[in-house]
């Protein structure tokens, strides 16, 4: 599986110390922290495909508690149903009206566990929120906050009582990636931290305006034109192999770019490296692609990979 190299910045980026918060109480997950934050900080959603129990919901709420920002958690099942979701009308006798209660999408930052375990229809639910940042209830549209982001999960081996997600909405994640187990001493140093009080608690430390004035920095973030055509080239490999069913579409090279201009920020820099985006594409293209030898979209990862080592990266 390709793994992220982490790289040293010559200026430190503002939001070092989101980074920085995060990694002292997710123990060994750098690499799973800074791409989460990656996507976050370019306006995407992630997928985490992993098995229970390595930190998926300590992932989202230490970066949600961060930033002082509302979190929720939805537990998929396939009885829930799409208003559990985006909210539902109730008939008030008292005014005789219809009152709105909003559901857990209208929030800042919101995991969804398991999201395979859920129907079709309660998946599709998601579609609107993640790619429009609004819901329609009985013809209504109702705006989400300007900050809004979803992680998702699914777990990548046990697939009885699951619907897979279709390429549609496979494609609203910017990211898909695997946290992994912890080495032997990471933990170790877990099962220290478990003992100590208050050792998994975060400290609010950036405001939900700070974040939405960096998603504006990031986007005057430079990508000249050598790292654009360097994406398309690697878009397009994935078009052309023949261990490729379905490559990666236009919107796929719009994430890496973005993605690569976040990266590129919190690496203190105002303009994007090819280093960026070569060890980004996996994680951006492997959900993306379709292989002729179908497994889960982390495995495919090491396709784009291996995929990369034929690209030249501009110099």
Not at 36 to 65: N, Q
Request: with cysteine; hydrophobic share 40%.
């Amino acid at each position: 599986m390709h793994t992220l190299e982490t790289r040293e910045s010559s200026k430190s980026s503002p939001l070092s110390p989101l980074l920085d918060n995060m990694n002292n109480v997710l123990v060994g997950q750098s690499k799973a922290v800074f791409l989460a934050c990656t996507a976050f900080l370019a306006g995407g959603h992630v997928l985490l495909e992993d098995v229970p129990g390595v930190g998926k919901t300590l992932l989202a709420k230490s970066l949600a508690r961060s930033i002082s920002a509302d979190f929720k958690r939805i537990q998929c099942t396939p009885d829930l149903l799409p208003s559990d979701v985006s909210g539902v009308n109730i008939y008030d006798q008292r005014t005789s009206t219809f009152v709105f209660e909003a559901g857990p999408l209208f929030t800042n930052i919101l995991l969804a566990d398991e999201i395979n375990r859920a129907t079709p229809r309660t998946q599709s639910s998601l579609l609107e929120a993640m790619e429009e940042g609004q819901v329609t209830v009985d013809g209504e549209t109702r705006r989400l906050p300007e900050l809004f982001f979803v992680i998702s999960t699914q777990n990548p081996v046990e697939y009885h009582g699951t619907f897979p997600l279709p390429e549609a909405q496979l494609d609203r994640f910017m990211l898909s990636l695997q946290l992994g187990y912890p080495s032997a001493s990471e933990e170790v140093e877990i099962l220290d931290k478990t003992l100590e009080e208050g050792a998994f608690d975060v400290k609010p430390i950036l405001t939900i305006q700070e974040i939405i004035d960096a998603r504006k920095l990031i986007k005057e973030v430079r990508v000249d034109r050598s790292i654009k055509n360097y994406i398309v080239a690697i878009a397009t490999a994935t078009r052309k192999d023949p261990e490729i069913v379905l490559g990666v579409s236009p919107r796929g090279s719009q994430l890496l770019m973005r993605a690569s201009q976040a990266s590129a920020y919190l690496h203190g820099r105002d303009f994007v490296i090819p280093e960026d985006t070569k060890t980004l594409a996996p994680f951006v293209f492997g959900h993306r692609i379709i292989p002729k030898q179908r497994g889960n979209s982390v495995s495919h990862t090491a396709l784009v990979a291996r995929l990369l080592e034929g690209v030249p990266a501009p110099v």
